[in-house]
């Protein structure tokens, strides 16, 4: 017993010296096998259309730190994307806006081989960290995956004679669902404004209340413009609720909330909203929202936003209130008047 | 025969009329008709590419919704698009030099009640121009009968014009200068905004998608949204802000338009989609994609966040709490009867 664990002790450090040694050399053999595998210093593969399902040109750029003969590039396209014959890999050497600085790829030509993703193509010698690329010019050569994604990876290598692998490096791409569309045509997208009537009497103001629209108006906008509409609203040259026969006019500053109050004098417009349905949110601006306490604000005769919305509308309404408030000298006339105009547009 | 073929024949005569009559009232129900200011227009957006030197006719559908009969016209106007907040000033003015080169087959123009016709706006670009050209059309009546007192209301509708220009010089290009999401949600929808910049010289769509998940590299993402699915347009030298909504959760809040027209969010369980329920932490990484005239060009961005749904997981903490209370009281309870009983039969 005593024996045996002497031997023990003495066996130890050899297996520890036997266990070093065999991994220095595994490690040494591993980094031999991978000794000239080292990563390529620029590598882009550029591809003319990312939409799902595509047929699709391209480029492919790389820059070599290896001072070496090779004699090829291998592509290897993400999992998914469909690859034609070798033969449809034919390939062009013009600039297509390539990154700057780039030279044309020595020595390429048609791929000779296509291995599951992996796509051979000859070269010649290439100068260390000189970029070089070249375009694959068929589209039935490559074909994007069917499945949208920020992360398809692939890879470009270089090999010397043998073949055996130079210089290696991943490349990702994406593909979408929801491709390029070109501003060509326009979008069959229907608005529709109405404003419920011409006229806004307020009749006979008195000193003892605030006068509002006795039966207010309203703006009704349908729309499916997605992203929604737009109402503005200015008076005519006139500002404010004017009469020619006094030559005076009750007016609030424009585009500036007001509270009018009986006895002194303003001429304001209040708006509210309501929606039957659509995607859109309707926001009134803040000046001109109403809400039920003889609120709003004055216009001029530039074009002010009374409201907007964010999306579609089924039914979308302004509820317009015009409100007035008189003084114990405001001018007696019979013809105080205004005109405000409403203008509605769908918007880009 | 004959006679089944006379009854046949009346037969579908009444189908018919009827058929139209049906057709007749719900075509009634679908418009009404208002007594003011109301016309649809379609497109809500006039979009093209034109060529210098080439003439273009762009197509607008005008109907007259109102009862009345109405002499309308259509001008040019100009507006502007706020390069902060995007907003949209229109302004009462005619575009400088834009009349020189549009033209309506009918400026001036009458349509009974119900009544559409089909304007025609010609494009005739010089040989000297810009690249891009933004513009509204304003439809309005040749006059409006004011009244001597109180306030006259006035409608308009106008249609925004887009004209990218194609030639030489002309670029597409964005950037996306910001991508941000809430940091922390308790539900969906998760609201990523997305900033683009145009740096081009022409009008540009964004398309792409939004890739939700949970790695910055994954290649098989949780979900696909599009970036811009309301087919928005970029201004030149300027920014603009676009959500992609995730909203496929469990519980997930959705907008609902409630009695008084009035839209409020409402956390909907919908047991269907439990298998959307979600928590702990996901990356939204935007591919972003323009056509530069050549190849799609995707622009990349991501932003993480959490998912946090704290009230859920405080129920699930509490109902474990109380089963756990619930269990060692039970236990507590049996075993201790049955201590007791042991103890008994012992004595016994």
């Known amino acids: 017993m005593k024996t045996h664990h002497a031997q023990h002790i003495k066996l130890t450090p050899f297996a520890v010296a036997v266990a070093f040694t065999f991994s220095v050399i595994a490690s040494m053999l591993l980094i031999t096998g991978k000794a000239n595998a080292v990563a390529l210093e620029e590598v882009m593969v550029r591809f003319d259309n990312i939409t799902v399902n595509t047929a699709t040109t391209g480029t492919v750029c790389a820059s070599t730190p290896s001072s070496v003969t090779e004699t090829e590039v291998h592509v290897t396209f993400p999992t998914g994307y469909s690859l034609g014959a070798a033969g449809t890999f034919t390939v062009s050497t013009t600039n297509l806006s390539w990154p700057s600085g780039a030279a044309a790829w020595p020595g390429i030509n048609t791929a ?74 326009t979008v069959p997208q229907a608005f529709s404004f109405a404003l419920s009537a011409n006229t806004d009497p307020l009749g006979s103001l008195s000193t003892g209340s605030v006068t509002e629209s006795p039966t207010p108006r309203t703006v009704t906008i349908n729309t499916n413009a997605q992203f929604g509409w737009m109402v503005w609203a200015r008076e005519d040259a006139t500002a404010g609720l004017a009469s020619t026969s006094a030559s005076y006019a009750l007016d609030s500053t424009a585009g500036v909330a007001d509270t009018l109050s009986p006895g002194t004098e303003g001429y304001i417009t209040g708006v509210s909203d309501s929606q039957g349905g659509g995607t859109g949110t309707i926001t009134v601006a803040a000046a001109f929202d109403y809400d039920g306490a003889d609120d709003g604000a004055g216009l001029d005769n530039t074009l002010r936003t009374l409201a907007s919305s964010d999306g579609t509308a089924d039914t979308a309404v302004l509820t317009i209130r015009n409100q007035a408030a008189i003084s114990g000298i405001t001018p007696a006339a019979t013809d105080y008047s205004d005109t405000i105009t409403f203008t509605g547009a769908g918007i880009f | 025969m004959k006679g089944l073929f006379k009854r046949g024949g009346l037969v579908l005569g009444v189908a018919v009329a009827l058929i139209g009559v049906v057709g007749t009232i719900t075509y009634a129900q679908n418009v009404t008709r208002s007594e003011g200011f109301a016309l649809q227009v379609s497109p809500a957006t006039l979009v093209d590419t034109v060529k210098p030197g080439q003439k ?73 121009t810009g690249f891009a050209y933004s513009f509204a059309v304003v439809i309005s009546r040749t006059s409006e009968s004011v009244a001597e007192r109180g306030t006259t209301l006035s409608g308009s509708v106008a249609v925004f014009a887009l004209i990218n220009v194609d030639r030489p010089g002309a670029t597409r290009s964005f950037e996306i200068t910001d991508v941000s999401v809430p940091g922390v949600l308790e539900y969906l929808p998760a609201d990523i905004d997305i900033t683009f910049y145009n740096s081009g010289n022409t009008f540009v769509q964004p398309a792409g998608n939004v890739f939700i998940q949970r790695g910055s590299d994954d290649n098989v993402p949780i979900a696909t949204i599009p970036v811009n699915d309301k087919k928005g347009y970029l201004f030149p030298d300027t920014p603009r802000t676009m959500t992609a909504s995730w909203n496929e959760g469990f519980p997930v809040y959705k907008s609902v338009t409630d009695a008084d027209g009035q839209q409020r969010q409402e956390l909907v369980w919908d047991w269907s989609k439990i298998s959307d329920f979600r928590i702990g932490h996901y990356v939204a990484k935007v591919v972003a994609v323009y056509d530069d005239g050549e190849r799609d060009i995707p622009v990349v961005r991501e932003v993480s966040f959490w998912v946090i749904p704290w009230r859920i997981i405080l129920f699930v903490m509490a109902v474990v709490v109380v089963l756990g209370i619930g269990f060692t009281t039970i236990w507590r309870n049996t075993h201790g009867v049955v201590k007791r009983k042991l103890k008994k039969n012992t004595k016994s």
């Open chain 2, 56 to 128: 273009k006719t762009l197509d607008l559908r005008i109907e007259n919704q109102s009862i009345n009969r109405e002499t309308l016209q259509i001008q040019l106007r100009e507006f502007n698009v706020d390069k902060k907040t995007g907003e949209i000033d229109m302004l009462d003015t005619e575009p400088v030099g834009v009349g020189e080169w549009v033209t309506f087959s009918d400026p001036v123009f009458t349509l009974d009640s119900g009544e559409a016709m089909k304007q025609e706006i010609s494009v005739d670009l010089p040989q000297e």
């Open chain 1, 112 to 185: 000779t081989a296509v291995n599951s993703q992996e796509v051979t193509f000859p070269s010649t010698t290439l100068t260390p960290d000189t970029l070089y690329c070249f375009n694959w010019t068929n589209s039935a050569a490559v074909t994007t995956q069917g499945s949208a994604s920020s992360t398809n990876t692939g890879s470009v290598e270089t090999y010397i004679a043998g073949p055996t692998l130079q210089d290696s490096t991943e490349f990702v791409t994406q593909t979408v669902n929801d491709g390029t569309i070109d501003v060509t045509a």
